[in-house]
């Protein structure tokens, strides 16, 4: 009995030491599946996925650009433009499609460390449980649950033996379905691991693609430029013209604006010129009445002396008039300073209340100005630019030019009244908007819709647009200017 209990103290010794030392790997385990479903940052791949579809979107736009310009006889410098544009938008994508490979990487990695961890575990729990099922077998007569329960010598020893016996069968039993269970997430995380190959071997198939894509628009764009090197006597004379019609739109702009500070300077000084002889003449006024009031006043004294005198028989004595009363001066208090708003300088431009109004709404809305056309894009930024073709060639662009198709309807990008309509020769069409001190100005126009004198709103129609023969497409230029400084209207009009 003595050996039996001796013997029965030793097995459950192993059992517990054996649950104690396996007691964080079914820990771990039972965590597995939360593992198998915790993913790299959902949001990074939600941004990336939304990136390679603008990305895309963008690309699809460039080649219908492109598309369009092929119809030219000739390459242009608008091919060349889409062709840059393509291969700045593809080199993009592929940056995108790496960064997504990156992605499938830390993934396969990952699931190689968790498919290394689950077999060695795996393995430990195979170990560990033929080891049980062994000792139970050379042990087998001993533990006859009903021979090891009856020798107790006690009830209360029984049933503790019972309970160590239970806990013992359990104990096995939860090693078999570690083992199982372990199994089964292993071989999930091994088709995780086969899938995640195979989308990363369609991922660089995509990607070495793009990149067999990305060299063909090279040498296109090579090809397109080679040609129109060839053609720099042309390209220059575009460039000479295009400078010349550019002054000219200066010229007008110019002029209108110096005219309309001209006609504002003259209408303040009229205001004030007549505020001026106003004042002066309610003032004559004001000293003229005085003064009767003063004579009246000193012949009342004196009639009323004489009579004084003739009542007393003695000789009437005159008295000095009375001197005459100075006029009051009333200070007028400062006025209060606004707090809420900005001071501005005075500005002739915004000299009435409305003007004033039409400014600062215009100013608000800088960066959420709306396009002057329904679709384009810019093919000519403000300021110095090298030439696309010829490097050693700036060009200086007073606003932002702006492909669209040919005929393309052009609006006001806001409200204001058209203070000239003016016919460029050999530079189409210019169309001038004042918004109190702020003016838009559209050059290159085909035809025109309005006259001077009109008031315009936000998005109304005013002409449409020109035709660039040697870009073989539509084109407008849209100029900003504050007063005389030109402004960069990139930084008005809001981002596509």
């Not at 979107?57 to 080649?63: K, Y």
Request: one cysteine or more; proline letters at 4%.
């Amino acid at each position: 009995m003595k050996f039996v209990n001796c013997h029965f103290a030793v097995i459950f010794k192993t059992i517990m030491l054996n649950l104690k030392k396996f007691l964080p790997l079914v820990l771990a385990i039972g965590l597995l599946p939360a593992l198998l479903h915790a993913q790299a940052p959902t949001q990074s791949r939600e941004e990336l996925e939304h990136k390679k579809r603008e990305l895309q979107r963008e690309i699809d736009e460039a080649n219908q650009a492109l598309k369009e310009t092929k119809k030219s006889t000739r390459e242009s410098l608008s091919q060349l433009r889409a062709l840059k544009e393509k291969i700045t938008l593809r080199s993009r994508l592929i940056n995108s499609i790496n960064e997504e490979i990156n992605f499938i990487n830390g993934d396969i990695n990952t699931a190689y460390r968790d498919i290394k961890t689950l077999e060695k575990d795996l393995d430990t729990l195979k170990s560990q449980y033929a080891q049980l099922v062994v000792y139970a077998y050379k042990n087998r007569s001993t533990y006859d649950m009903l021979n090891f329960i009856f020798s107790a010598q006690t009830f209360n020893d029984a049933i503790k033996r019972y309970q160590y016996l239970k806990q013992y069968r359990d104990y096995r039993r939860r090693q078999a379905d570690n083992i199982l269970s372990t199994q089964v997430l292993l071989n999930k995380k091994i088709e995780s691991l086969r899938q995640q190959k195979e989308k990363r071997s369609g991922t660089l198939k995509t990607e070495q693609e793009q990149r067999t894509i990305l060299e063909a628009d090279k040498k296109e764009k090579d090809d397109v430029l080679t040609n129109l090197k060839g053609r720099e006597k042309e390209l220059v004379a575009d460039i000479n013209k295009n400078k010349k019609d550019a002054q000219k739109v200066q010229a007008a702009i110019q002029a209108v604006i110096r005219r309309e500070i001209e006609l504002e300077r003259k209408k303040a000084e009229e205001e004030a010129l007549a505020k001026r002889k106003a004042a002066e003449e309610k003032k004559r006024r004001e000293e003229a009445a005085r003064k009767a009031a003063a004579a009246a006043a000193a012949a009342a004294a004196a009639n009323k002396a004489a009579e004084n005198n003739t009542a007393k028989n003695e000789p009437a004595t005159p008295k000095p008039a009375a001197p005459e009363p100075k006029p009051e001066v009333v200070k007028t208090p400062p006025p209060a300073p606004v707090e809420d708003k900005p001071v501005r300088t005075e500005n002739v431009l915004e000299a009435t209340p409305e003007a004033l109004a039409l400014s600062e709404s215009f100013e608000n809305n800088r960066g959420k100005l709306p396009w002057p056309v329904a679709s384009g894009n810019v093919i000519g930024h403000f300021g110095r630019q090298q030439h696309a073709v010829m490097e050693r060639i700036t060009v200086e662009n007073d606003g932002v030019i702006i492909g669209t198709a040919k005929g393309a309807p052009v609006k006001a990008i806001f409200t204001g009244e058209v203070r000239k309509v003016a016919v460029i020769p050999g530079g189409g069409s210019l169309v001038i908007i004042r918004h109190g001190q702020y003016f838009t100005n559209y050059a290159r126009l085909q035809s025109v819709n309005v006259k001077s004198g009109d008031k315009v709103t936000t998005g109304q129609v005013i002409g449409t647009a020109g035709t660039n023969e040697l870009e073989n497409l539509g084109e407008v230029e849209l100029q900003i200017y504050k007063g005389v400084v030109r402004q960069n209207p990139e930084s008005w009009i809001r981002r596509k």
